[in-house]
């Protein structure tokens, strides 16, 4: 008798472990696809300051690429503005989410910069003008698309897009497990709060897991060390590695509270038992 | 039976915190050649510590420069124990040439921000009286301009926070970008060497200038430091 309780205490024992990887799978997932796979908490990001940042990174690689040239830098201002920045920046994100290629309509801009630069060569005798300006504006030209350019965005809409092919057949199989699991430890025990609380092992410690590592890397602060530049988007990513591993942190919040659910569940069944005069 | 309360109770800590130990081993195990991958490819786009991103420029130059009145190293030793090395993006130096008309900063590190306020002395470079050679950048109709009409024998003053050197120039010469670079390479640590280049030529051109005149000019004074071989790698 009392090898069968210890080999079905060892077992319960297993099952709630095994449950509590199961939940952490699901956790990260789930987390996963809210946080970093998120197109709203992406454009969420880019905000006002990120535009402004960028404007004046393009504002200043046009400068930085006019000096050398000997053409006079002033010819560069004002061609642009910032709701130029942002509505081309916007156009640029969507259509990488949409999966679509994004050409900005530059016709306004490059006809200012000819306009400029054709006035800054009054007076001075230089043969192949027209060639000059034509070479010159189709550089300033690159030089606004590259900035507008988010590399990093395609590169995480390629991996949503494989990520999500397998991620509900993942939460299915995953979900049927959790299922099954926790009725075998339920159905285990004749009095039912013995196998609510090795379901609260297993959810106390997927929210103590959810929150351990994500944790440990926001208060190190790792996720800071990102070799990206310029400064306007490494904060981008920084803030939204950081988003996602608060949203681990809501993940594991979330098991703490089923945690504490399921313990009140497993006092309240155990008192009824004990009132009903089982021990 | 309070005591057997609290047991489980505390259960409710405990279990939660041994599966948590367990199931890090065993993922830290189990996925051992993922993590390696992943470490692996993090280590490409991450650094020890968090990037610093200078948008001020520094001067160093007016902090430690010697005080009014007194008398600036021109020879002797300097030890590198003694001075501060410059910061990134910081003014360090001014560097001068009378009879040309050229008078500007000169800062540590060749940046775009940097060339629009003086020269900017490449970082893989050393500043002066190191032993080694100190390569200038400068736009070409800004500061630089004045190159067109620099000459073989030419004297270039280039005052620093903890010295004033002269150099000569011992060649002007126009190359291409590539071989420039090339030039750099084979010659950084030959001897003390200032290499000054702004691009070439110097009116408007159809499109980017890929020729650099450069200028290459011997140290006639000015103190040596003493510095540790591999100090600075």
Partial sequence: MKGRIDARFIVSYVLSFVLS????????????????????????????????????????????????????????????????????????????FEGSD?????????????????ASFEGLE?????????????DINNVYINNIKMPVLKYIVKAKTVYDRYLIPALIILLGLVVLIGATLIMMYRRRYKGLRYLAYATGAAAVMSFGLPFYVLIKGIYRNFLLSPEHFYNLMVSYVRNALMTCLSVALFWAVVTVLLALSAGSLRKRTIKKGFS | MKRENSVKLLAYIIMPVIFTILGYVLLAVALKPVWDLALGTATMFMG???????????????????KQGSKPVTEGIVRSSDIPFPELYSKYGEISCERIGISCDVYWGDSDEVLEYGAGNYTGSFPPGYGRMVLLAGHNQTYFLPFQYAEVGDIFKFSTYYGEYEYEVKRVEVYDENDLWSYVVDNLDEKEELVMYTCYPFHVVVGRKTDRMTLFCDRISGPDVQWIEGQFD
Avoid: H, W
């Fill in chain 1, 21 to 96: 990887l199961i939940l952490l799978c699901g956790s990260v997932l789930v987390a996963i696809e809210i946080s970093l796979f998120n197109q709203n908490s992406f454009v969420g990001l880019v905000g006002r300051n990120y535009y402004t940042a960028v404007y004046d990174e393009v504002t200043s690689g046009m400068r930085s690429y006019t000096i050398p040239t000997g053409i006079d830098v002033s010819v560069v201002e004002g061609i642009v503005s910032v709701d130029d920045i942002m509505s081309d920046l916007n156009g640029c994100m969507y259509s990488i």
């Fill in chain 1, 102 to 118: 994004y050409t900005p309509d530059l016709t306004k801009m490059d006809e200012q910069l000819r306009a400029n630069v054709k």
């Fill in chain 1, 126 to 138: 230089l043969e192949n003008q027209d060639e000059i300006i034509d070479a010159y504006v189709e």
């Fill in chain 2, 48 to 66: 020890d510590r968090e990037p610093v991103f200078e948008s001020k420029l520094g001067n160093i130059y007016e902090a430690y420069a010697p």
